[in-house]
């Protein structure tokens, strides 16, 4: 996009030596001592770009003429030449730098007049491609050229304005120019102008119509107003990419700890399961070994009763006369051998006996070794239950925090999904108004104080991202408020704070409206000029005193967020710049003494 650049401002007098200041392509920094001229040379930018009137310091008595040099867009040079108390212009195709003495190429008039084409805000419009732009200047709808006056006031900050009252956007802040105002910042942030009013339709077609475009506008106001967050449709649908990447990365994990989770489970249960089986076996045993014990006197008393019996038989055994102990047969009905068959059968049914109840004694034993196995299994289980217990514990320690995690995920995305519902549907409602303009279904162009929310998100990134640059603290979540044409940062108007902090807050404004522009090839003058940025800014202390002049961490990252700005810069202030940008920008210091450069005029004119 077409941009101007400041090349050099000279004050020439007959007979006296030139006062002269050199701008570098990028960064120029004046400072030094009060009093030697540098707001005046600032006073004098503006007054050499269209500004009314210029009131002279006792130092140029003498000199006659002010030159301001630039370079226009085609690269080629311009010489303005203006005289103190002028309202003519004399411009010169050539860098001029002594006194003037040839025949000017053209003249125009310093002051706009958008029935004359010979203003010199027309010139440079023509130049940058702007003379054809109109602006809103009041509600019914009127419109009128954009002025050069409109733009410099948004790249030239004198002190006054800096750390004034009347918030950055607007140039004089009373409510006959406010609308032309409004309507200019949406000029430069949407590179769109406002049309001429068509007067086609009769007064109840108007009527219906502005009705429809004012709902329209109310039902904008009331969805922005919903909105948690300045970032634009892009910037979400980024973030909204970046919560679902998490939310993958994240849910792997915590499936993985669930499966390990659900096995340590199903494990403990299958120790759980098996303790309960040894339990019950347990029991039995005990309740048998219980009634065994009671048995074994019982068994042993038979087991001593039947080796008697069969002791007393083998005696018995030996009798030769009368009735047979065994069977009771008597002597003639018995056989030779009977005795000693008795005896035989005896000890066989005693010893058949004896075996049977000795068999009970090893089912004892068994049922002893039995038990003591299950109670050391028993132990065994019990501790294989507790480290279950612990390993379920940790997992769920796990589970607990990467849910947390994904929790906040879930609910970071459905922020983010209701942010872009709400931009998507206030896109459609800016689309249904565009569609009525278009249409000719009003007379009224769109209200010059409504910019398109993405639109303003954008903004309110640079200008974020600036003053994070800067390091400026307790300035987060700052935005432009375009319905009330204010600045706002950490929960507090521009206005509501110490003069300081208006000062770093309108050069923010400033520097971040050049590069948003810049960035995105949208028009400007291509130059912002700055009278005393941060020179009164210093670090917050309890008291809230933020006005006394002191360099801070803020001075420093101003400066070196300045050495990368993508246009043309001049900073005018007291304090010393950091080392670094003394050895990398154009820098002029005023000593206010003998020693260096005294100040803008030559000293010997002091």
Same mark, same amino acid.
């Given at each position: 996009?077409?941009?101007?650049?400041?090349?050099?401002?000279?004050?020439?007098?007959?007979?006296? !030596?030139?006062?002269?200041?050199?701008?570098? !392509?990028? *960064?120029?920094?004046?400072?030094?001592?009060?009093?030697?001229?540098?707001?005046?040379?600032?006073?004098?930018?503006?007054? $050499?770009?269209?500004?009314?009137?210029?009131?002279?310091?006792?130092?140029?008595?003498?000199?006659?003429?002010?030159?301001?040099?630039?370079?226009?867009?085609?690269?080629?040079?311009?010489?303005? *030449?203006?005289?103190?108390?002028?309202?003519?212009?004399?411009?010169?195709?050539?860098?001029?730098?002594?006194?003037?003495?040839?025949?000017?190429?053209?003249?125009?008039?310093? =002051?706009?007049?958008?029935?004359?084409?010979?203003?010199?805000?027309?010139?440079?419009?023509?130049?940058?491609?702007?003379?054809?732009?109109?602006?809103?200047?009041?509600?019914?709808?009127?419109?009128?050229? *954009?002025?050069?006056?409109?733009?410099?006031? *948004?790249?030239?900050?004198?002190?006054?304005?800096?750390?004034?009252?009347? !918030?950055?956007?607007?140039?004089?802040?009373?409510?006959?120019?406010?609308?032309?105002?409004?309507?200019?910042?949406?000029?430069?942030?949407?590179?769109?102008?406002?049309?001429?009013?068509?007067?086609?339709?009769?007064?109840?077609?108007?009527?219906?119509?502005?009705?429809?475009?004012?709902?329209?506008?109310?039902?904008?106001?009331?969805?922005?107003?919903?909105?948690?967050?300045?970032?634009?449709?892009?910037?979400?649908?980024?973030?909204?990419?970046?919560?679902?990447?998490?939310?993958?990365?994240?849910?792997?994990?915590?499936?993985?700890?669930?499966?390990?989770?659900?096995?340590?489970?199903?494990?403990? $249960?299958?120790?759980?399961?098996?303790?309960?089986?040894?339990?019950?076996?347990?029991?039995?045993?005990?309740?048998?070994?219980?009634?065994?014990?009671?048995?074994?006197?019982?068994?042993?008393?038979?087991?001593?009763?039947?080796?008697?019996?069969?002791?007393?038989?083998?005696?018995?055994?030996?009798?030769?006369?009368?009735?047979?102990?065994?069977?009771?047969?008597?002597?003639? #009905?018995?056989? !030779?051998?009977?005795?000693?068959?008795?005896?035989?059968?005896? #000890?066989?049914? =005693?010893?058949?006996?004896?075996?049977?109840?000795?068999?009970?004694?090893?089912?004892?034993?068994?049922?002893?070794?039995?038990?003591?196995?299950?109670?050391?299994?028993?132990?065994?289980?019990?501790?294989?239950?507790? =480290?279950?217990?612990?390993?379920?514990?940790?997992?769920?320690?796990?589970?607990?925090?990467?849910?947390?995690?994904?929790?906040?995920?879930?609910?970071?995305?459905?922020?983010?999904?209701?942010?872009?519902?709400?931009?998507?549907?206030?896109?459609?409602?800016?689309?249904?108004?565009?569609?009525?303009?278009?249409?000719?279904?009003?007379?009224?162009?769109?209200?010059?104080?409504?910019?398109?929310?993405?639109?303003?998100?954008?903004?309110?990134?640079?200008?974020?991202?600036?003053?994070?640059?800067?390091?400026?603290?307790?300035?987060?979540?700052?935005?432009?408020?375009?319905?009330?044409?204010?600045?706002?940062?950490?929960?507090?108007?521009?206005?509501?704070?110490?003069?300081?902090?208006?000062?770093?807050?309108?050069?923010?404004?400033?520097?971040?409206?050049?590069?948003?522009?810049?960035?995105?090839?949208?028009? #400007?003058?291509?130059?912002?000029?700055?009278?005393?940025?941060? =020179?009164?800014?210093?670090?917050?202390?309890?008291?809230?005193?933020?006005?006394?002049?002191?360099?801070?961490?803020?001075?420093?990252?101003?400066?070196?967020? $300045?050495?990368?700005?993508?246009?043309?810069?001049?900073?005018?202030?007291?304090?010393?710049?950091?080392?670094?940008?003394?050895?990398?920008?154009?820098?002029? #210091?005023?000593?206010?003494?003998?020693?260096?450069?005294?100040?803008?005029?030559?000293?010997?004119?002091?």
């Amino acid at each position: 996009m077409s941009e101007l650049q400041l090349t050099h401002l000279t004050y020439c007098g007959a007979n006296l !030596p030139p006062a002269q200041i050199i701008f570098g !392509p990028e *960064l120029t920094v004046i400072y030094g001592a009060s009093n030697t001229g540098k707001s005046f040379i600032v006073k004098s930018i503006e007054y $050499m770009l269209g500004g009314a009137d210029l009131a002279m310091v006792s130092e140029g008595a003498g000199y006659t003429q002010i030159l301001l040099v630039l370079l226009m867009p085609d690269g080629s040079p311009l010489t303005l *030449l203006r005289a103190p108390d002028s309202n003519s212009i004399f411009l010169y195709h050539a860098d001029l730098r002594d006194f003037v003495m040839g025949t000017p190429d053209a003249s125009v008039t310093a =002051v706009h007049n958008a029935r004359s084409r010979n203003s010199l805000s027309i010139h440079l419009l023509r130049a940058l491609g702007l003379d054809e732009v109109l602006i809103r200047k009041n509600e019914a709808g009127g419109t009128r050229p *954009l002025a050069l006056s409109d733009l410099l006031h *948004l790249s030239l900050v004198t002190e006054n304005r800096m750390v004034g009252d009347v !918030p950055p956007v607007l140039r004089t802040g009373t409510a006959t120019t406010r609308t032309a105002e409004l309507s200019v910042m949406r000029f430069l942030l949407t590179g769109e102008g406002d049309p001429a009013v068509d007067t086609g339709l009769n007064a109840g077609q108007r009527r219906v119509h502005k009705g429809q475009i004012q709902l329209l506008d109310q039902l904008v106001l009331d969805l922005s107003s919903k909105l948690r967050t300045q970032e634009n449709e892009r910037q979400l649908r980024d973030r909204l990419i970046r919560i679902r990447t998490a939310l993958d990365e994240q849910s792997a994990p915590l499936r993985r700890v669930n499966e390990s989770h659900r096995e340590a489970v199903d494990s403990r $249960m299958e120790a759980a399961r098996e303790l309960a089986t040894l339990d019950e076996r347990l029991t039995e045993v005990s309740d048998l070994l219980g009634r065994f014990k009671l048995l074994e006197a019982q068994y042993r008393s038979d087991l001593d009763r039947l080796a008697m019996v069969n002791e007393a038989g083998s005696i018995l055994g030996y009798f030769k006369v009368g009735t047979c102990p065994f069977c009771g047969a008597e002597r003639e #009905h018995q056989q !030779p051998s009977h005795r000693a068959e008795e005896t035989t059968q005896l #000890h066989t049914a =005693v010893a058949a006996e004896a075996a049977k109840t000795t068999a009970l004694l090893p089912t004892i034993a068994d049922l002893e070794g039995e038990h003591t196995a299950l109670i050391s299994r028993r132990v065994e289980a019990q501790s294989d239950i507790g =480290v279950w217990d612990q390993i379920i514990t940790e997992l769920e320690g796990g589970i607990a925090a990467l849910r947390s995690d994904v929790e906040e995920l879930v609910e970071e995305r459905s922020v983010v999904e209701r942010e872009l519902e709400l931009q998507a549907r206030i896109a459609e409602l800016d689309d249904k108004r565009s569609r009525l303009v278009g249409e000719g279904a009003v007379a009224t162009p769109p209200p010059t104080q409504h910019i398109p929310t993405a639109t303003v998100g954008d903004f309110d990134s640079i200008l974020q991202q600036t003053l994070n640059a800067w390091q400026v603290p307790a300035a987060d979540h700052a935005e432009y408020d375009q319905y009330y044409a204010e600045i706002r940062a950490g929960g507090r108007k521009r206005i509501e704070c110490g003069q300081g902090m208006r000062a770093v807050l309108h050069s923010a404004f400033t520097t971040a409206l050049a590069r948003f522009c810049m960035d995105r090839d949208l028009h #400007h003058l291509g130059f912002v000029v700055l009278d005393s940025p941060v =020179v009164t800014y210093r670090d917050p202390e309890p008291d809230d005193i933020d006005d006394v002049e002191l360099t801070s961490t803020v001075v420093d990252r101003f400066y070196k967020d $300045m050495l990368s700005f993508p246009g043309q810069a001049i900073i005018v202030e007291n304090g010393d710049p950091p080392t670094k940008v003394l050895s990398e920008a154009v820098t002029y #210091h005023f000593t206010g003494t003998a020693s260096g450069r005294a100040g803008f005029f030559p000293s010997s004119m002091h």
